[in-house]
């Protein structure tokens, strides 16, 4: 980046955080690939790049190089390389399958449906506290096999856990240790007693896999998911009409919720480590550099999507990269739409009404990486 560009850019900063979408435009045409000296990474934002470098698991690696950052998390499957990678896949792949997915469609409504009952009556609640936050994770904890007592502290460390606080993870690190050795005594019908019998089975999963695989899913599993039903509020917010239509043609729910993972990506950037020297979009990037790969910039390129800054409802194809690409395309993508379809057309059906409050202020996430809100106030 260009001296005058970065200090422009530090003035941005606070700006990017909701919106960076001009920013990202900005880039794709004046400087799709470059070294940012301040985040210590080659930035990465047009859409054939961001799908090569996805692709490219040999000359760009998910595994983090430094061995002081390494953590129970790490150990997991989006932070390995083939053939680790492939091995660890092929296991969680086995047991967290398409049909299992499927035969939660049930329990999602019916929880969906309690805490619709919760709110309705009232005037206003925080979609995210009272609808977003909830359905996942209380999906993701009954998928796991964890106790209803411990919900609480599962998602207070499961925050703690996105914003990078290592007790967090390491207090949920000892609580899936403690949960394994319970299960392995006695087993349930959870994901943890299946794993664990694939592992005895002769599987190669590790102790520590198992709890970094545990850890993964719910921190993969939980915030993502939350924010793509926050975010699909915030659409609709933006584009009234589309939300009138849905209401008129709700067969259309499977493709918006696609254009709300486009439009407003919660996963926005990820990471990747060259293996070896390589060059992209001109650039020759030498071997072990951090690469930021913007999901978010490469589903706004103008030169793969039609009107890429418009929320167009039933837009078809819409070949978007916010699961990723390839090998890490992303396990939980089944289940995230499972259950961003089941709550938007519950909440179309029982509170048709649903509008943000005018009187709301929008706090987005403090984050470059993940797009969302901390609440979003609605009227019903
Ligand atoms: C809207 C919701 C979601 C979004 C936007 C999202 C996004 C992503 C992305 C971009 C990746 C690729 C990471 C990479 O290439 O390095 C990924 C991987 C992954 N996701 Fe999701 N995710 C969502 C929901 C979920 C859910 C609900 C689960 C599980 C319950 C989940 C589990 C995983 C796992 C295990 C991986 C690692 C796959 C691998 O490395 O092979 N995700 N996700």
């Known amino acids: 980046m260009q001296p005058d560009n970065e200090s422009a850019m530090k003035e941005q900063n606070s700006v990017l955080i909701g919106n960076p979408f001009p920013w990202y435009a900005q880039m794709r045409r004046e400087s799709p690939v470059f070294y940012d000296a301040e985040q210590k990474s080659w930035m990465v934002f047009r859409y054939e790049d961001v799908k090569r470098v996805f692709a490219d698991w040999q000359t760009f690696s998910s595994q983090i190089p430094y061995p002081s950052e390494q953590s129970d998390l ?6 390995t390389d083939p053939p680790k990678h492939q091995s660890l896949r092929s296991l969680v792949a ?5 049909r299992r997915v499927e035969e939660l469609a049930p329990r999602i409504t019916q929880i969906t449906n309690e805490l619709i009952d919760k709110v309705q009556g009232q005037n206003r609640i925080d979609f995210i506290h009272d609808l977003a936050i909830p359905l996942p994770v209380i999906i993701i904890a009954e998928i796991l096999g964890v106790p ?35 299960r392995r005594q006695h087993s349930g019908k959870d994901l943890i007693s299946d794993l664990i019998a694939a592992h ?21 599993g939980n915030e993502t998911t939350t924010n793509l039903l926050g975010n699909a509020i915030l659409c609709f917010n933006e ?14 729910l499977s493709l ?26 001109g650039q020759m990037i030498p071997a072990g550099q951090m690469l930021l790969v913007w999901i ?21 194809p819409n070949p978007h990269l916010s699961f990723g690409n390839g090998i890490h395309f992303c396990l939980g993508a089944p289940l995230a739409r499972l259950e961003g379809k089941i709550m938007l057309s519950a909440v179309l059906e029982r509170l048709p009404n649903l509008r943000l409050d005018p009187n709301a202020t929008l706090e987005f996430l403090p984050s470059m990486g993940i797009h969302g809100v901390k609440s979003l106030p609605v009227l019903l």
């Open 74 to 79: 790490t150990q997991s499957l989006v932070y």
């Open 94 to 98: 086995k047991v967290f399958t398409a």
């Open 148 to 182: 209803v007592e411990d919900r609480t502290d599962f998602k207070h460390w499961s925050d703690g856990i996105i914003v990078s606080d290592p007790a967090a993870l390491q207090a949920m690190g000892d609580y899936f240790r403690h949960l394994l050795k319970q």
């Open 200 to 220: 005895e089975a002769g599987e190669t999963l590790t102790a520590q896999e198992l709890v970094a695989f545990c850890i993964l899913l719910l921190v993969a």
């Open 239 to 252: 584009y009234p009409e589309a939300w009138e239509k849905l209401k008129r043609s709700p067969e259309l």
């Open 256 to 281: 918006a919720i696609e254009e709300v993972l486009r439009y407003r990506s919660t996963v926005q950037g990820m990471e990747r480590f060259t293996k070896v020297e390589t060059q992209l979009a």
């Open 296 to 316: 978010g910039a490469a589903n706004r390129d103008e030169t793969q999507f039609d009107r890429p800054d418009e929320f167009v409802i039933d837009r078809n």
